[in-house]
């Protein structure tokens, strides 16, 4: 008995429970039986479908028990649904290359736009409301226009990370490598990643897991008990409520007198083909590798005092005036801008300690763009006003536009 163990389940018979203890080796005896009309206690009428389903052993029966799965040398701790968790990157063995400090920026200044430049985005931002008139944007005089230059520092660091999962399928003959050889270690897997700084995913069937194993929701048996009609093929009819007569000397037509009606999920067999196996009875388990490459990408914009909110910037481009790809970026250095730097300084030692626990970082890339603002200030019937144009899309903020309606769509 040392390789016996016990399961306890019960079984209702005819509105009375037995408590039934099986050990393993009878256990799928007892259960082909179930499917077959015979219960493990007594038994039923030949023929007749057994009348409630057998036990759940798992919250969900379609999650295989962790003794379903062998243990592979390299994949300790891999479970079914991801329990793995993320792989630690491997220590490299080869030179980490140090990062060098990148080429100094040349040219910190944009040209400020013309006054036609101004006036035909704001008559363009005019138009694209309905509710705004177009004569502040046509006959407002502008009276003064001031430039302001604006830093976007950018970092990105475009990583890679594995994780492992035991997963299942029907068995119909696939090929079975477990025990062949040893498989390869998690990081040892050929992927074929994206383009740097692109997002991507895939999946790999880890070679030398795949082994074949009885289906755990069915038993091997490839059907299982009908839920909805606890395995009796039949039930209650809802027009006489059993008692085969809709009135005095009535027979039920629905029932043809019976008192019953077959089950139309089972189509009156009592069992269900077993959704997991797929009736196959078997199941082919193997450990799948999830390789993900992930572009994380924080930004810092420099405050400036012309009164744009610098939400609004997050929607436009700037002119890219710095820009050092390596596979691990040194901090920007001689920058006019103080704030700049201690930004980058700031998000390179976060990126290299975030990242480099959890995935291999790849390559970063760190860019400045320069992001023209311009405030121009209007007058129009006697009022002084402003708006903004900024961004390489010549975009236009107005708060207060002057002369707004109220207007509905019917």
Not at 11 to 18: C, L
Not at 177 to 198: H, L, R, T
Not at 328 to 357: C, M
Not at 363 to 381: G, M
Request: net charge neutral; proline share 9%.
């Amino acid at each position: 008995m040392s390789h016996d163990f016990f399961i306890s389940f019960d079984f209702a018979i005819a509105s009375h429970f037995v408590s039934v203890t099986l050990c393993s080796s009878s256990l799928k005896m007892a259960y082909q039986k179930l499917l077959s009309g015979q219960t493990v206690y007594g038994t039923t009428t030949p023929g007749t479908p057994a009348m409630y389903a057998p036990p759940t052993y798992s919250p969900d029966p379609s999650a295989p028990p962790a003794n379903i799965f062998d243990s592979v040398p390299g994949y300790e701790g891999t479970v079914a649904g991801g329990g793995g968790g993320f792989l630690p990157p491997p220590v490299p063995s080869y030179p980490v290359p140090q990062p060098e400090p990148g080429p100094s920026p040349s040219n910190w200044n944009i040209p400020s736009i013309s006054e036609d430049t101004a006036r035909g985005a704001f008559a363009l931002f005019a138009s694209s409301h309905c509710c705004y008139s177009s004569k502040p944007a046509k006959d407002g005089v502008i009276t003064n226009m001031e430039a302001f230059n604006t830093y976007r520092y950018r970092l990105e660091t475009f990583t890679e990370s594995r994780s492992t999962e035991w997963s299942q399928e029907p068995y119909s003959g696939q090929p079975v490598d477990a025990y062949s050889q040893p498989p390869p270690g998690p990081w040892d897997i050929p992927a074929k990643a994206p383009s740097y700084f692109f997002d991507g995913k895939q999946v790999i069937k880890v070679p030398y897991t795949s082994s074949v194993k009885n289906c755990h929701s069915c038993l091997g048996m490839g059907r299982n008990p009908c839920k909805d009609c606890a395995g009796a093929g039949n039930k209650v009819c809802w027009v006489c409520n059993g008692s085969g007569y809709r009135h005095e000397d009535d027979r039920c037509s629905h029932c043809s007198g019976r008192g019953r009606e077959n089950c139309v999920h089972c189509h009156g067999q009592g069992s269900k083909q077993c959704a997991t196996c797929r009736g196959k009875q078997q199941l082919l388990v193997y450990i799948n590798l999830t390789v993900k490459w992930i572009n994380n990408l924080d930004d810092y914009v420099v405050e400036q005092s012309s009164g744009l909110q610098v939400a609004n910037l997050k929607e436009v481009s700037g002119r890219e005036v710095f820009r050092d790809s390596q596979y691990l970026v040194y901090p920007v250095i001689g920058f006019p801008d103080p704030e700049v730097v201690r930004a980058a300084q700031r998000l390179v030692s976060e990126h290299q300690g975030t990242y480099s626990q959890s995935a291999r970082i790849l390559q970063q890339r760190q860019t400045i763009e320069l992001i023209p603002i311009t405030k121009v200030t209007y007058s129009w019937k006697g009022n002084s006003n402003i708006y903004f144009v900024y961004g390489n899309e010549f975009k236009v903020s107005s708060d207060n536009y002057p002369a707004t309606c109220c207007c509905s769509v019917m």
